[in-house]
């Protein structure tokens, strides 16, 4: 049976320091659910206290109605991988599997049988009688992942569970995560500092910085809409220009360094007014053009990826910045061209001075304050 | 809310050690200091005034030094080019030299210099054989120098086994860097190896100060005059005329003092050295060819010989027929015959003392070694330190105290088994917990929450997932805990009786006696019992590497 999961008011102190000073989220039952921040953002910290190894300083945690703060780790009835997949190096892979269920004091045949059927399901059954010392790091995480599912677990958290691996099987193992996710269909609450990975397995994804959550939303959102300056430069790459709002004839209007103008129709009533902000435009959200309307800038480098071409230019003021474009089949431009930067109106983003919020209309956050 | 969570099963552990440790440790020691400044309910400085005032206590204490830095230097002298040798090069017969060297350290010194002395003493053979060579008698062994050769010989292979160990950590490109820069050879063995090996170096040189400070048994039966502190301390708590237990407790506490600051300087010192290593790709040997390779091994050959001399020594003289107490032609099984009475209950007692002390040892240096990684708190900081005092505490001092703490109502261990047992706990606990600790400190964290979160409490968790993991190295640590303890010497010579005698007490008491024969036929079975647990050991440990 799944769960979801209420995290009111949370306080997380390391002695005097507090890791985490009020946060609160809701996970709904059956989601895949990502916390996605860098190192030392409480990611961990805050999954930790969901699982029971760290201890509580203030708020509230349920699942469903039931609140777990003072419920020992082992009666919540969680599924748990581990970054280093913590598996017992004694036990052979059918005994790592098992071991749940025989503190569960399950009879033999029920044991045998649950254990078969998770080695098979994640493809590890041919190694059943193996000691750990003798698999690969892929298939470790798989059995990590047999014995966390196999004593159904009302939740299941998983801490990094991929980043010991190597790229290649990064990418195949996150789609085996995402795919026995949904055919369980346990709620799932995923660590990660990858926010690639975040973007391909997730349902939603809360974007943390400094013990807060910054944005909680689905992939798409988070990189089209981002809420702040944060989220914008942590999910994907961006660029940050310095520019100004402009209200013309009742219209607010963008203004960009040397003078170009683009009108924004989709500015909050609430932010309608001059005011300086600051612009998050992604690379591949400039378009490049030898003349006209726009941004004057220096190609300074190129790097040729096949699809696309990088180019890194400096801007008229002096601000770097990247454009990715498209590879045509004629010619790469050559450093030192001056061109003229135009952006694509509606994909660009426009923050606040401090950068603390984004201004347009169309910001999806799932953010409970306070 | 809070407090409750925290205070679970480990709470209990942690209490319960604490008594442990302050009745059978804290508790003597006090004792022993109160023994130090009390006479007749008045607080005196008078037993430190005539440890300070008469010149022969001073230079018990200055032999004690110059023997301890003299037997420490030597041994670094000894150990690291060996430990080098033996990383650096493929030295032929490696595994054989390596039991060896393992085994010359593991038996108690005192039987090294007692053959010491049968080979090279005045009516030595060795003494004989040079004198019949060079037409006169070669110089003595007795005295300073005899000591610091004896102590040397068997104390070399501590720093030889630690350095090894450092070195199977120093990472092979370090060394082909510095090659790279244009430093090889000697001059890379002292700029390169040797600064990375120096938090080891200085630990091992440690390990061998404490030990030849607090031997009892060498300085007594080679140093024919030569006092150290060790004997005092005993001479003035045992001796046959004008003992002085309070002053005997006043030597004992400026040992420990002394013992304290030599500790102290060290950690000072390795601190300025803090640095870990770990090899990706270890030190591979080479063959060593030419002029090198001869000297190496001959080196290597000559000194390991040299230590083992001695143990081969008393084997063979265990089998020489005797008359008296003396040595005659002709070899059978007269000595183990005189002894064969005495054998029973010796071994007896070595196994039932020395296996009832490994299991209080095991048993608790694991639990503190869990509390002390995983459950940092001022509570277990405090058993921490406690359970390191042993570690600067002379043999002879443990013993003292624990005659002076135990030998009045109500509660009167002397004689009895218990109290030996209590002795060897507290004398091995140290060793035993560095080890633990540093095997757990290798086992993550997460291995324990991953049992828990499959449904373990926490102590079943400790006991199927984390006890299980850490099973090789606690057993590979527990066999050497055996060794040291069936040849421990310093701290029963204090204790025992004649119905706690162990098999080294019975050694000792026959050597003493001048009963040579019985003394070599006792040590060779001591030495089988020796031998066969290390070879348990290298065939549980499933290497020919041993670490303490």
Known sequence: MSVNIKVKNAVKKYGENTVIPNLSVDIREGEFFTLLGPSGCGKTTLLRMIAGFNSIEGGDIFFNDKRINDLDPAKRNIGMVFQNYAIFPHLSVRDNVAFGLKQRKLDKATIREQTDKFMKLMHIDEYADRMPERLSGGQQQRVALARALVIQ??????????????????????????????????????????????????????????????????????????????????????????????MKDGRPWLEFEGGYCVPMDDVQPEYQHDAPVQISVRPEEFVISPDGEGIRAVIDDSVFLGLNTHYFVTTESGVKAEIVQESMIDSILPAGMSVNLSVKREKINVLTEDGSANILTGVLNDKQEG | MKKAKRADVWTLVSLAILVTYALFLIYPLVKLLVAAVVKDGQFTWQYFGKFFQNKYYGKTLGNSFKLSIASTLVSLILGIPLAYFFNMYKIKGRTLLQIIIVLCCMS?????????????????????????????????????????????????????????????????????????????????????????????????????????????????????????????????????????????????????????????????????????????????????????????????????????????????????????????????????????????????????????????????????????????????????????????????????????????????????????????????????????????????????????????????????????????????????????????????????????????????????????????????????????????????????????
């Open chain 1, 153 to 246: 677990p009302d939740v299941l958290l998983m801490d990094e569970p991929l980043s010991n691996l190597d790229a290649k099987l990064r990418v195949e193992m996150r789609a085996v995560i995402k795919e026995i996710q949904h055919s369980v269909g346990i709620t799932t609450v995923y660590v990660t500092h990858d926010q690639e990975e975040a973007m391909a397995v997730s349902d939603r994804i809360a974007v943390m910085n400094l013990g807060e959550i910054q944005q909680i939303g689905s992939p798409k959102t988070l990189y089209q809409r981002p809420a702040n300056l944060f989220v914008s430069s942590f999910i994907g790459r961006t660029n940050i220009l310095q520019g100004a709002l402009k």
């Open chain 2, 108 to 548: 108690a010194p005192f039987i090294g210099a007692y053959a010491w002395v049968q080979l090279r003493g005045n009516n030595g053979s060795i003494t004989r054989l040079i004198a019949a060579i060079i037409g006169h008698k070669p110089p003595s062994i007795y005295g300073f120098r005899g000591i610091v050769t004896v102590l040397s010989l068997q104390l070399f292979p501590l720093v030889f086994m630690l350095v090894s160990g450092a070195l199977k950590n120093v990472d092979n490109s370090l060394l082909e860097a510095s090659e790279n820069m244009g430093i090889s050879g000697v001059s890379r063995f002292f700029k390169v190896v040797i600064p990375l090996c120096m938090p080891t170096i200085l630990a091992a040189g440690l390990l061998v100060f404490m030990r030849a400070f607090a031997d009892y048994g060498t300085p007594l039966l080679i140093g024919q005059g030569y006092q150290t502190f060790p004997v005092i301390i005993y001479n003035e708590y045992f001796g046959e005329t004008g003992t002085d237990h309070n002053f005997a407790a006043a030597v004992a506490v400026i040992a420990i003092i002394i013992t304290a600051v030599i500790f102290l300087i060290q950690k000072w010192a390795s601190n300025k050295f803090e640095f870990h290593m770990n090899a990706l790709h270890p030190i591979e040997q080479k063959p060593a060819k030419g002029l090198r390779g001869v000297l190496i091994h001959l080196y290597s050959y000559i000194l390991v010989g040299l230590s083992f001399m001695p143990q081969v020594y008393v084997m063979y003289c265990s089998f020489r027929n005797t008359s008296g107490k003396i040595f005659v032609d002709g070899y059978g099984f007269s000595s183990y015959k005189k002894v064969a009475r005495d054998i029973p209950l010796a071994v007896r007692n070595t196994f039932l003392i020395g296996l009832l002390a490994l299991a209080a040892v095991v048993l608790l240096a694991i639990l503190i070694a869990y509390l002390v990684v995983r459950r940092r708190s001022k509570l277990n900081d405090v058993i921490d330190t406690a359970s390191m005092i042993p570690y600067i505490i002379p043999g002879s001092v443990v013993g003292i105290a624990l005659v002076i703490g135990f030998n009045q109502k109500p509660m009167v261990l002397t004689g009895t088994m218990f109290i030996m047992i209590v002795a060897l706990f507290i004398r091995r606990i140290p060793y035993t917990i560095r080890s633990s600790v540093a095997i757990l400190q290798q086992i993550p964290m997460t291995v324990e929450e991953a049992a828990i979160s499959l449904g373990c409490s926490k102590m079943e968790a400790f006991f199927k997932a984390t006890v299980p993991m850490m099973r090789n190295g606690i057993l590979s640590g527990a066999i050497l805990s055996w060794v040291t303890i069936i040849t421990e010497l310093s701290t029963g010579v204090i204790l025992f009786n004649r119905n706690t005698v162990t098999l080294t007490l019975a050694i000792y008491t026959q050597v003493t006696r001048g009963s040579d024969g019985p003394a070599a036929a006792l040590a060779t079975i001591l030495n089988v019992l020796t031998i066969t647990s290390l070879l348990i050991f290298m065939k549980v440990s499933k290497n020919k590497d041993i670490s303490f």
